[in-house]
């Protein structure tokens, strides 16, 4: 029963990322739904937390593909400028993001 309620999550997840056409919009972006939604299932497993999942998995799917964007198109500049924006827009470091100096 819990794997039927998984298999339709992933479903919803893949009509989502369809429907905003996330393979044409971003081809040099990772496929990494599936992945991103199994980390989210290690953390909320009860099937009570079904809105918690598919919104932290939606979530992970944008920053996956947030960070393919920068790592294709940013220069370091941009990068630098976009994280210090996201680190002012989460001042209690809910989120950890570092810069690597190349």
């Not at 996956?64 to 941009?78: H, I, K, P, R, V």
């Not at 976009?82 to 690597?100: D, E, M």
């Amino acid at each position: 029963m819990l794997q039927s309620f998984h298999k339709q999550e992933l479903r919803e997840l893949s009509e989502w990322w369809k429907s905003i056409d996330g393979a044409t919009n971003f081809p040099y972006a990772r496929d990494r739904l599936v992945e991103c939604y199994f980390w989210i299932i290690c953390i909320y497993f009860e099937p009570k937390y079904r809105v918690a999942r598919v919104l932290n998995a939606k979530i992970y799917i944008v920053l996956t593909t947030l960070n393919d964007t920068c790592d294709n198109f940013g220069t370091y500049e941009e990068v630098q400028a976009l994280v210090k924006a996201i680190q002012r827009f989460l001042p209690h470091k809910i989120i950890y993001i570092h810069i690597y100096n190349h």
